[in-house]
């Protein structure tokens, strides 16, 4: 089993950027896919990065070219890098971890092993 752990979130300014991190307790897996989801109040939960363990990644529009996911190896953790955050990005922030794709999803039914959250808030 995988445990993942997110850490990271805060309170920022709009522009601003902010780093998130997940750590993975439990079993190391050589072959992955991890990926970033958020859950804005009142809204479903969205997927929004994801990378495997060829480095393969993906994006949803509403991040890409603002918001970066990166994992060196199995053991180093997950990092999503956000930069010039817009009050929209105010959310949980979630890290799932899940079998090995080509290129991963990101529909959260993908994913067997979830973090409990950090809280992103973003004011205009």
């Known amino acids: 089993q995988v445990q993942p752990v997110e850490s990271g979130g805060a309170s920022v300014q709009a522009g601003e950027s902010l780093r998130l991190s997940c750590a993975s307790a439990g079993d190391t897996y050589r072959n992955y896919c991890m990926a970033w989801f958020r859950q804005a109040p009142g809204k479903d939960r969205e997927g929004i990065a994801a990378?495997?363990?060829?480095?393969?990644?993906g994006y949803a529009d509403s991040v890409k070219g603002r918001f970066t996911v990166s994992k060196d190896n199995a053991k180093n953790p997950l990092y999503l890098q956000m930069n010039n955050l817009k009050p929209e990005d105010t959310a949980v922030y979630y890290c799932?971890?899940?079998?090995?794709?080509?290129?991963?999803?990101?529909?959260?039914?993908?994913?067997?092993?979830w973090g409990k959250g950090t809280l992103v808030t973003v004011s205009s």
């Open positions: 990378i495997n363990n060829k480095y393969a990644k």
């Open positions: 799932a971890h899940g079998p090995f794709d080509r290129i991963c999803s990101l529909a959260s039914n993908q994913y067997n092993y």
